[in-house]
C-alpha cells in the first residue's frame, strides 16, 4: 500500500502553528534539501509548503485529521492517489473502506467525489443522495449533490439543490459562484437577476469571480440584439450593462489573480460591445491600461482592442454637436465591418447625401479629420476626393450605378437622365436618415435645423422633372424602381455623338476616355 507522509511532518512543525512559522520552516528547508541534491524530499516540501500556506487548503486539509484513527492512514493515502490522477487505484481503496466502514461521513464524501471525477454520476447521485439524508445540514454533502444533478442534466434538479443550499448558507461564496457556473453552461436565462439576488445578501460576492460579472452582460447584450433586430430599441438594457459593468470595474481593479489566455479572450470580447454604452466611458477608461497590460495577447485580441478603441472614439463622436448625423451613421457602418447587402446601400446612400450637400458639410468633415483622425481613416479616401469639386460627379456617378446594381435595378435605356436618377436616389438617402437608428445613438434633428433648411432649396432641381412629377412620395419610395422598369419605356435619345471608349476624351485632357472621363 502507498505510504503518504504528513505534511507537518515534512515541514517539522507541530499543527497548531501560525502561518508565518510555515513560511519559515519552508525556506529553512529548501536550503538543506535544495531540488539539485535531493529533488524528491524538495518535491514533498514544496507540495506540503503549498497545501498548508494556503488557508482554505489548510482548513481542508486539517478536516482529514478529525476522521476515525482506524482509517485515517488509508484515506490518507486515497487523498495521495487522487492528487496524482490514479482515479481507479483510488476508487477500489474507496469501495474497500466503504465496505469496512459502512456510512462513514468523510469515506462517502470522498467516493462521492471519485465518482464525479471519473464521469460516472448516477452512482455519485446515489452516494450522495443517500449522505445528504443521513446529514441534511451538511455543506459539502449539499454542494456535491447539486454538481452532481447539474453534471447529469438534471437542470430542475440541480435548481432546486442549490436554491436549498443557498437558503442554509447564503453568504457561501463557493456555492453562489458554482451555482452562477451552472446557469452559464446551461445557457439559463435570468442570470442578471440572480447576480442581482447575491448581490443583496452581499456586496461584491463575486470579487474573486469577476468574470461571473461578464456573464451577465452577456445575456445582456444578446437581449439587445434580439430587440435591435426587429427594429426596436430597449432603455432598461443599457442601464443594467452599467450596473454590472461598474461592479466588474471594482473587482477586477482590485484583484490581483493572473488571467489565462481564454479568460483574457473573453474579457476583451466583452468589452468591445461595452465600449459602444456611453454610460460605460469612464469605467472603459480606468480598465483599458490594465487590459492593456496583458502580454500573451493573439491577432485576435489586437483586432478586439483596436475594435474598442474605435467604439471609444465613435461615442465621443455621437456626442459631439458639430458632426451631423449622416457622418456619425456613415461612420457607425464602417465601424461594424458588416459586410450584407443592407449595409452596403446604407453606406452608399450616405455617400451620396453627403456629396450632394459637400458645400454644407465640408466645415464637419475637416473638423472630424482634426478631432477623430481615427475615425477619419476609416474612409479616408472619400472623405477627400469629396472636398475635390472637380471629383464630386464622377463619384456621384459611380455610387449610382453601383446602388443601381445592389437594388437589382434594370440597367435598360430610358428617358429619364442621370440628373434626375441622382435626385430619386437622394429621396432614398434622406428616408434612411429619417429612420429611427439603433441604441447606438439617437437623431437629434434639432441641432440641425440649418442643414434641413438647406435641403429644402433642393426642390428647385427636384421641379424640373417631368417625368416623375406627379409621383405620391409615399409610391416613389416603396416602388421607384419597379415604376422605373415599368412605366418608362421610351427609348433614350442620345444628344451628342457617342464616345468610344479608347477616343480622345472630350475635356481635352489629351489621354483616353476610358482612362480619363469614362472610369
Known sequence: MVQMKDYYEILELERNVEQNAIKRAYFRLIRIY??????????????????????KKREEYDKRYDINDTYIKDLNVVFHLTEQLKYKEALILLKELSIKFPDEYEIEKQLGILYLNTRSFGNAIKVLEKLCKNNPTDRDGMKLLAEAYGMRGFANKAHNQYKATLTIYPLDEEIWYKYMTFMINKREEDIYEQILEAEKIKKYMFEEHFLIYLSGLTELFEIMNFYNDFGGQSDEEPKKIYTLFKKFTYCFTNSKTKLSKEEYSFIVSILSNVATIPACYKDMTKIMPLIEKYPLRTEKDEKMLKLIYSNLKLMLLLEDPNIPDVLKAIIEILISECDCQECKEERIECELYILDNISILKKNIVHMQKEYNELFELNKEFFINALKPNMVNNMIDKRVKTLKKL?????????????????????????????????????????????????????????????????????????????????????????????????????????????????
Open 407 to 519: 437594388k437589382n435595378v434594370k440597367n435598360t435605356s430610358t428617358s429619364i437622365n442621370q440628373d434626375d436618377a441622382f435626385n430619386e436616389f437622394m429621396k432614398l438617402a434622406r428616408n434612411y436618415m429619417k429612420k429611427p437608428k439603433s441604441n447606438k445613438f439617437k437623431t437629434d434633428q434639432s441641432k440641425y435645423n440649418q442643414l434641413e433648411l438647406d435641403i429644402e432649396n433642393m426642390k428647385i432641381r427636384e421641379a424640373e422633372k417631368k417625368s416623375l412629377k406627379e409621383l405620391d412620395e409615399d409610391v416613389y419610395n416603396n416602388s421607384f424602381f419597379d415604376y422605373y422598369d415599368q412605366e418608362l419605356e421610351k427609348p433614350y435619345v442620345r444628344d451628342s455623338v457617342k464616345i468610344g471608349r479608347n477616343d480622345p476624351c472630350p475635356c481635352g485632357s489629351g489621354r483616353k476616355y476610358k482612362q480619363c472621363c469614362g472610369k
Open 34 to 55: 535544495s531540488p539539485e541534491k535531493d529533488p524528491e524530499h524538495f518535491k514533498s516540501i514544496k507540495a506540503a509548503y503549498e497545501t498548508l500556506y494556503n488557508p
